[in-house]
């Protein structure tokens, strides 16, 4: 039997990765092995993934020379950053410098680089449609990634650019999910008018993920987007409503309304359901509903993630 080609995973603890590393445990004829990089080799979640079998190794996205020798001997890598835990642009792109020139100097065969759009090349910095924020971003969490494309060029490493989508687990999180109104009953909040958003469960991006990886050299130096629907918001809401047995009224404020909600993060989201919403063709044409379910066939829809999660959301 051939040796298996091992894919490292950052992440693998998190959403992203750990739909990666699932997806190749699943798959023991595909011809692949996972190695899980973690911080914390002896959390739970690290124990976990070790009992299914996945290679657990110690490295930190701050520390280049970790990054290398969890690199070494493997065949590939899925690099992702986490802007969330710090909110610094400048750490995120530090970050994606570290991981580029790590995966050069192993030899990888094939990285793949969890991506957004930089909105700047739509929206520059001194266009009124949408705030500036930090001096130099319109939607920080998205343009950082974008920006950090270059690295990955520059090092001459084999890389696929996957632009992920909207994680339906933020309904679970964030308070993104329904909340009672004034009158009781349900409300689903969205700065997105009628226009599409583009989702996805979060697992089901290491999924597709693992389908780019099967077939390596067909989506080396390509962009890929994922999705797994574009519903609208009123859609969204139905489909909640549908799930928990219980009205949901859809409520389309602006992207103003929702920069002014005031919780941490709320103007970079307000930009990025502006950005949406003002190149929703560009957006949705950049994430194939089909091709995603090419690289995933148990490609999850909207209301069959909620069938699952549906007791997981918070309605208070």
């Known amino acids: ?70 690199f070494r001997g493997a065949h590939g890598a899925y690099c992702v950053t986490f802007f969330w835990d710090h909110c610094s642009p400048a ?11 790590a995966a050069r100097r192993a030899g990888l065969a094939h990285v793949i ?32 990634k974008g920006e950090a494309n270059q690295w990955f060029s520059a090092a001459g490493v084999p890389t696929t650019f996957l632009l992920t ?29 009628d226009r599409k958003l583009p989702g996805i469960a979060a697992e089901d991006i290491g999924k597709c993920a693992y389908g780019i990886f099967r077939r390596g050299r067909e989506y080396i130096g390509r962009t890929v987007g994922v999705a797994g629907e574009h519903p609208t918001g009123e859609q969204m809401a139905a489909a909640l409503g549908e799930a928990l047995g219980r009205a949901v009224r859809y409520n389309a404020i602006t992207p103003e309304q929702y920069r002014a909600l005031g919780f941490p993060g709320a103007d970079d989201l307000g930009n990025m359901f502006q950005f949406k919403c003002d190149f929703e063709a560009e957006f949705c044409g950049a994430r194939s509903l089909a091709v995603s379910r090419a690289l995933n066939p148990g490609l999850q829809t909207f209301a069959q993630w909620l069938a699952r999660n549906r007791d997981r959301i918070p309605l208070e």
């Not at 959403?15 to 914390?40: E, N, S």
């Not at 750490?91 to 020139?101: G, I, T």
């Open 113 to 144: 680089w969890s991506t957004l759009e930089d909105t700047r090349q739509r929206v520059p910095l001194d266009d009124g449609r949408m705030p500036t924020l930090m001096g130099r971003y319109k939607v920080p969490h998205f343009d950082a």
């Open 1 to 70: 039997m051939a040796e298996r080609r091992i894919i490292a995973v950052i992440g693998a603890t998190g959403a992203q990765g750990g739909g990666l590393v699932r997806a190749i445990l699943d798959d023991p004829g595909g011809g692949f092995a996972v190695r899980a990089l973690t911080r914390d080799t002896g959390s739970d979640k690290a124990r976990a993934l070790k009992a299914l079998g996945a290679e657990v190794v110690a490295a930190d996205v701050d520390d280049g020379a970790s990054l290398e020798r969890a």
């Open 165 to 193: 989508s909207f994680y339906w687990d933020n309904l679970l999180h964030f308070g993104m999910g329904p909340r009672p109104g004034p009158d009781g009953g349900l409300v689903f909040t969205l700065p997105m008018a």
């Open 91 to 101: 750490k995120e792109l530090a970050q994606a410098q570290l991981m580029a020139n």
